[in-house]
T-cell receptor, first 113, second 117 residues
């Protein structure tokens, strides 16, 4: 049972445009969400997180939006750059669960020059 | 920034042998480390939670006698795949939680590609 779902395995955008990566979750106990970026043969690198008490968190070119009623979050990257090309994982956890993360399957983002 | 070192990055072993993978937090103390496994085009699946000085907590379906975890110090956790079989071939990644860091995110190692022939 996939509790965190990233339904788009891949996404291709032009440099300078906005990239929108989507994530849905089913477990209503999740209250902390993170996005990680991963290059081949490397471990994930933390990008940005959001707590369930917020609906938006922004860090430079990266913004994460959370819609709790829809159990949906999204990562917006603007403007997109070729260096952003990587696999992006959405992850969720329950505070107090010793920070165990549940990951989605990832979305491969390709930013074309 | 926090760095987690994982070694080896790649290992090939014969069926029936054991392989040890090390995960070190280089510039912080980690009371908790996590071991994940990733199959191609799949998500990272949590295998076990490793707590310094105590037994690891394994996720459902993960054989604790096959995947031995030792967290002997605040900077080192090891995963030993015992009597490896080809179906154990996978990408194993560790992550570490900085002690007393509240909600700060996990830091991941670069993973170990295990191939069992």
């Amino acid at each position: 049972d996939q509790q965190v779902k990233q339904n788009s395995p891949s996404l291709s955008v032009q440099e300078g445009r906005i990239s929108i990566l989507n994530c849905d979750y089913t477990n209503s106990m999740f209250d902390y969400f993170l996005w990680y970026k991963k290059y081949p043969a490397e471990g994930p690198t933390f990008l940005i997180s959001i707590s369930s008490i917020k609906d938006k968190n922004e860090d430079g070119r990266f913004t994460v939006f959370l819609n709790k009623s829809a159990k949906h979050l999204s990562l917006h990257i603007v403007p997109s750059q070729p260096g952003d090309s990587a696999v992006y994982f959405c992850a969720a956890s329950v505070r107090g669960s010793n920070y165990k993360l549940t990951f989605g399957k990832g979305t491969l983002l390709t930013v074309n020059p | 920034g926090a760095v987690v070192s994982q070694h080896p990055s790649r290992v090939i072993c014969k069926s029936g042998t054991s392989v040890k993978i090390e995960c070190r937090s280089l510039d912080f103390q980690a009371t908790t480390m996590f071991w994940y496994r990733q199959f191609p085009k799949q998500s990272l699946m949590l295998m076990a939670t490793s707590n310094e000085g105590s037994k690891a907590t394994y996720e459902q379906g993960v054989e604790k006698d096959k995947f031995l975890i030792n967290h002997a110090s605040l900077t080192l956790s090891t995963l030993t795949v015992t009597s490896a079989h080809p179906e154990d071939s996978s990408f194993y990644i560790c992550s570490a939680k900085r002690a007393l860091s509240g909600d700060s995110p996990l830091h991941f190692g670069n993973g170990t590609r295990l191939t069992v022939t």
